[in-house]
């Protein structure tokens, strides 16, 4: 559930709280007070209140650490810290510090090095105990404690109870780690230290807070600091539902003064919050979504931008395993899902009718091609009406025996889905001829493609279908059509396309690595080009949060060939990503050192349909690139994890090996989750949830 926060300023303390200095008791002693909304915590009438036994670091002028209690009641206003057995302070000027810490240290100019924790502790209306470190600076035995941090405050209404929140800036912000303080003007002057530092902060509720119509508090104590694109906080029950609230908009948190947020009405049963073995809520605006379909037969990655633009990236269309014959040295694919009953084209029109945005109206934005294979636009077989491939003539109507000449096509992969929603602009590497691969030569390659441009041609005729040519190292082909002005951090760079490559310097474009058409068509039984090197190549971009998808890439014939390694010129225009499509389904000699190297994903997606994926080889790949990354297969089988289990490869430590995979992510791009789904019908149930993951 994504809601948005109203936000208003405050002093901490609405009514003046008088400091009252208790006489000195004598021996080793010193008096406590607070300046007008410090704490240890604040009451229901505003005003200070130290906690019976409150532990206090009090430095001396030799800079030792000795720990203080305070020795009055809960709910005084001031009061005596006296030393515990761990020793006293000696001779000042004296430096305390607020919550006492072992670790704290103050350096010869006197500033004070603490850590404030990534996890604090509920309070009913306020700070939990330790939670708003305060610092007093003293050449006597009389401290006035003055805070270091300010406050968030979050309201909220409703059902449920509230177990945990965990908040977390939009642009990565620090909120906890070891922080430097420096009081030479009197006033704590603070910042974080940037080793070891945390962008998360969690908030823990002792016994769970039930919410009502009166809003329940949540103060979260944080340094002074900006949130520069706003934050998310993630509300969590105590059987593990969760609800995000989110703002985009800069928050400013000030010493001593509270950023107080509108109450927000949560419910955990609310269709938006994601629970384990329901269906998994619907996008909702602000959101960026990648799913990758299964129905075993390819691949399909379906989009919904922030502002509900959409794109589906390929169209699987192989022939089910369980009817086709892959022949003597092939490897098998992997079952169907959710049945063989049900074609690739309609297990991809299902999944997108369900999870599509209102402001879809029923259409596709965008259809990117990434080549010309049968597992991503749609395969040809002769005999295909024995996988339920209709045939239709040049208008779409249906007829016994597809005419190829007379602009006819069968109705496969991305044929299945355009009949049934719209495309309106559909994006490929041009014509086959621009720069043709081995399978351009061969007949069924061509009546495949002969298949794809017969549909696209009754497309525009029937729903004004564009067709355009990628155009590499631009951002502004694959653009929000909605409302982009409310999502600038958003951005798709096309990087390659047909063999031709980005530079990585404006939309300048290296034509010449590849070569030509000519060249190519000329040695074309000699050199056996791959399609897969053609594959479009983009770049997504939404906030921190970044995405890598490189059709089929790969590196292999290389040795014979360089220009075969089309991974290497474009692993010279990357920059690390948070997650990614696994090139050619992660299959043998594709994912390379080198674009791994600059990759280093942190989420790993294979779309699975054959036994021999993911490879061993490419996996450990995976792992040295990034040896905490998640890995995740659409479809896994048996035999295949035998082979993996032989080279050293543990699948049981993938964080799945089956069912749709999505990614969400939260407005702004600061932070995402990765949910599997149930294949094995169309509702669509969350099987397990991963995240959220905070972007780098």
Avoid at 221 to 236: A, K, Q
Avoid at 377 to 397: E, F, L, M, V
Wanted: hydrophobic content about 35%; some cysteine; overall charge negative.
């Amino acid at each position: 559930m994504l809601k948005k926060f109203a936000c208003a300023l405050l002093p901490l303390l609405l009514a003046a709280c008088t400091l009252e200095v208790l006489p000195q008791e004598g021996g080793d002693s010193f008096s406590a007070g607070i300046e007008d909304g410090g704490r240890t915590y604040i009451d229901l009438g505003l005003k200070v209140r130290w906690n019976a036994g409150d532990k206090v670091s009090i430095f001396d002028s030799g800079r030792t650490n000795a720990e203080y209690y305070f020795a009055g009641s809960d709910g005084d206003l001031s009061g005596t810290l006296k030393p515990t057995d761990g020793g006293s302070a000696g001779e000042g000027p004296y430096t305390a510090v607020y919550p006492y810490r072992s670790t704290t240290t103050i350096s010869s100019d006197g500033t004070v090095r603490l850590g404030l924790q990534s996890k604090q502790t509920w309070a009913p209306g306020s700070f939990g105990p330790g939670a708003c470190a305060m610092i007093a600076v003293s050449e006597g035995r009389e401290l006035l404690f003055r805070n270091v941090c300010g406050a968030l405050v979050l309201r909220f209404t409703g059902t449920g109870e509230v177990s945990s929140l965990t908040l977390r800036g939009n642009a990565g912000e620090t909120l906890a780690g070891t922080a430097s303080v420096d009081m030479k003007d009197g006033i704590p002057a603070s910042a974080f230290m940037p080793a070891g530092s945390g962008t998360s902060l969690k908030l823990s509720c002792e016994s769970p807070v039930t919410l009502g119509t009166d809003p329940a508090e949540f103060w979260f104590s944080l340094l002074p600091m900006t949130f520069t694109r706003g934050f998310t906080v993630t509300l969590s029950d105590a059987s593990g539902r969760t609800v995000d609230f989110s703002t985009s908009k800069p928050i400013e948190i000030k010493r001593n003064t509270a950023a107080r947020m509108a109450p927000q009405a949560v419910d955990f049963a609310a269709p938006d919050a994601v629970v384990a073995g329901e269906p998994l809520p619907l996008w909702r605006p602000g959101w960026l979504d990648i799913h990758g379909i299964n129905g075993g037969r390819g691949e399909a990655f379906y989009f919904i931008m922030p502002d509900g633009t959409t794109m589906l990236v390929d169209a699987a269309g192989a022939p089910p395993h369980e009817l086709y014959d892959y022949g003597e040295g092939n490897s098998p694919g992997v079952p169907s899902r959710p049945s063989a009953d049900m074609t690739s084209g309609a297990v991809i029109v299902d999944y997108i009718r369900h999870f599509a945005p209102a402001v879809a109206a029923g259409r596709l934005d965008y259809f990117m091609t990434s080549h010309y294979h049968g597992d991503h636009i749609g395969a040809w077989r002769s005999d295909y009406s024995t996988y339920g491939w209709p045939a239709k003539d040049k208008n779409g109507n249906t007829v016994s025996i597809v005419n190829l000449n007379a602009g006819g096509f069968v109705v496969n992969g991305v044929s299945a889905v355009g009949m049934e929603i719209p495309i309106d602009k559909v994006l490929d590497r041009g014509d086959w001829a621009s720069r043709p691969s081995i399978d351009y030569y061969s007949s069924t390659g061509k009546k495949r493609y002969d298949c794809y441009v017969n549909f696209l041609d009754y497309s525009a005729r029937a729903f004004g279908t564009v067709r355009e040519t990628l155009r590499i190292g631009h951002t502004d082909q694959i653009v929000l059509r909605h409302s982009p002005a409310d999502y600038t951090g958003f951005s798709i760079r096309t990087i390659a396309s047909g063999g031709d490559i980005w530079t990585g310097s404006g939309t300048d474009v290296n034509t010449s690595y590849v070569p030509s058409a000519a060249e190519c068509d000329a040695h074309h039984e000699e050199w056996e080009i791959n399609e897969n090197i053609f594959s479009n190549v983009f770049h997504l971009s939404y906030g921190k949060f970044d995405w890598f998808s490189g059709g089929d890439i790969q590196f292999s014939g290389k040795s014979y060939q360089s220009w075969k390694d089309i991974e290497l010129p474009i692993s010279k225009v990357m920059k690390k990503v948070e997650a990614m499509k696994a090139s050619h389904h992660s299959t043998k000699n594709t994912n390379s050192t080198e674009l791994l190297g600059v990759l280093k994903p942190d989420v790993y997606i294979a779309g699975v349909w054959r036994d021999v994926q993911p490879n061993p080889a490419t996996i450990k790949r995976v792992l040295t690139a990034s040896p905490s990354v998640k890995i995740f297969t659409t479809n896994l089988t048996q035999n295949n994890i035998s082979t993996l289990k032989g080279e050293g490869v543990d699948a049981s430590k993938f964080s799945a090996t089956g069912g749709h995979v999505v990614v969400r992510v939260l407005p702004g791009g600061g932070s995402y989750y990765v949910f599997v789904l149930d294949d094995s019908d169309c509702n669509y149930r969350v099987k397990a949830i991963h995240g959220p993951f905070t972007c780098k």
